[in-house]
């Protein structure tokens, strides 16, 4: 994975903090096993906020995490990128487009753990406004939903697949996602 890039820190991050928050409490003394966890990051209909703040806490763990994630799948951060079997993926943003639904169902097809990034992802808010307009609005917007080959209604993304976790808030909550990353690491034996 070829990190070329740093983003600011906004949030600091104290791991041992975190674990004790999220009971995780053993974590500090479990060691490597050597095998990587297979991620995939993938972003849809959203701000990719949470996208920078997965990029920042890579800044901060990048040595830590190094030898035990295997990153198959991340544009935002990597040029090379493969679609295939994960143990975990994380979702980002609301789905907008056939597409978009077309592609989480391959990622559904290919991932043990699916894991739902932030309020677009949970629950399509605030990326799938446009599900509420006001009769008008709603027929302002067809030729604009034609034109991008949108979906009558944006969709959060356990209408498309299922999902296994929420990561909640815009953006996602920090301490759930660390929780769930260490969970998975202890899930795939990757830690032990
Ligand atoms: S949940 Fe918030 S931060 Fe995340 S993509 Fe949606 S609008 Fe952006």
Redesign the pocket.
């Known amino acids: 994975m070829d990190l070329g890039f740093f983003f600011s820190r906004r949030v600091k991050f104290d791991i041992l903090t975190v674990m004790k928050q999220t009971g995780i409490e053993h974590a500090p003394t479990l060691k490597p096993t050597g095998k990587k966890l297979r991620i995939g990051w993938f972003s849809f209909s ?5 996208t920078i703040m997965f990029t920042e806490l890579l800044n901060d763990h990048w040595q830590e995490w190094k030898p035990l994630l295997d990153v198959r799948h991340a544009r935002v951060l990597q040029t090379k990128n493969t679609l295939d079997e994960m143990d975990v993926a994380f979702i ?2 609301a789905l907008a487009a056939q597409e978009h639904v077309d592609t989480v169902k391959q990622i559904r097809e290919l991932a043990t753990v699916v894991v739902a990034i ?3 992802a949970v629950i399509g808010m ?2 799938a406004q446009h599900n509420i307009f006001d009769p008008a609005r709603q027929e302002e917007i067809q030729p604009l939903l034609k034109k991008f080959n949108y979906l009558p209604k944006a969709l959060k993304l356990s209408e498309a697949i299922t999902v296994d976790v929420n990561v909640p808030g ?3 909550n920090e301490a759930k996602f660390l929780e769930t990353l260490n969970g998975a690491l202890k899930q795939f034996n990757i830690v032990a």
């Open positions: 959203c701000c990719e906020d949470s980002e943003g932030g309020a677009c605030p990326s815009c953006p996602m």
